[in-house]
């Protein structure tokens, strides 16, 4: 039986800020993660790609506020900075 991904702990070296925004960027995480794994059954961060991270704001983010796609930006980079990627991503 295998252990769920813990998002939280994944996060944690690169989480900064109060408590609200670091309990915003797992939650965050976890509905990118949950998305991912929807589609294309990819359940940890080590196996996402650049593709999937933009199919995310792509489409499941372009319908919503600028607001709302800019904080799921800032956790995509946080994400992309614990991977020690390189990736870019505009909104």
Do not use: C
């Not at 070296?13 to 995480?29: C, D, K, N, Y």
């Not at 196996?47 to 499941?60: M, T, V």
């Not at 919503?64 to 800019?70: D, F, K, Q």
Request: avoid cysteine; glycine fraction near 4%; hydrophobic fraction near 40%.
């Amino acid at each position: 039986m295998n252990k769920p991904f813990d998002m939280e702990l994944f996060l944690a070296g690169v989480l900064t800020g109060s408590h609200a925004t670091r309990q915003r960027h797992v939650r965050q995480a976890k509905i990118i993660q949950a998305e991912i794994i929807e589609r294309w059954q990819r359940e940890t961060p080590w196996s996402w790609q650049r593709k999937h991270l933009l199919w995310f704001l792509e489409h499941r983010l372009g319908r919503r506020s600028e607001a709302t796609r800019y904080y799921y930006l800032l956790t995509l980079r946080l994400i992309v900075h614990r991977l020690e990627k390189e990736w870019t991503f505009i909104i």
